[in-house]
């Protein structure tokens, strides 16, 4: 299932604009990846510039079904379509943490701590509802 999620909207010009994206992150963007990458935020595998239902996140963990993104500027002006967009990620069974620049920047450790809290809530209700489909 999670592959599906991927790979439904795959097309290759969104592609290499994600290719484009990891070429080209924010700083806010490299800040937070310095503590993602390479599974250093409690173990969490995430993925930068992933594509996901046609939409390109900043950051995705597959198994905490957690998708997080860095809100510059531009944000403020597109409310409604982050909106909308959220709300397409979320139909996947995902969750969406959005974070502004200036959080990543002034509160890191907040900021990572909010990421560890909603991954460890989403793990424990898979768990919980695997358990309670076990004869």
């Not at 795959?10 to 994600?18: D, T």
């Not at 079904?65 to 597109?78: I, K």
Request: aromatic share 6%; proline share 2%; with cysteine.
């Amino acid at each position: 299932m999670d592959e599906k999620i991927v790979r439904a909207y795959r097309r290759p010009e969104k592609q290499a604009l994600a290719e484009q994206m990891r070429q080209e992150m924010t700083p806010s963007e490299k800040r937070l990846w310095e503590r993602l990458r390479a599974n250093r935020l409690n173990g969490l595998a995430f993925r930068r510039q992933q594509v996901i239902g046609g939409f390109i996140a900043d950051f995705y963990c597959r198994s905490a079904r957690l998708v997080v993104e860095c809100d510059g500027n531009v944000h403020a002006a597109q409310v409604e379509y982050d909106r909308e967009r959220d709300q397409i990620i979320s139909t996947y069974n995902l969750r969406v943490l959005r974070f502004t620049n200036d959080q990543i920047r002034d509160n890191l450790q907040t900021v990572l701590a909010h990421i560890i809290q909603a991954a460890n809530q989403i793990q424990a209700a898979n768990q919980t509802s695997q358990s309670k489909a076990l004869p």
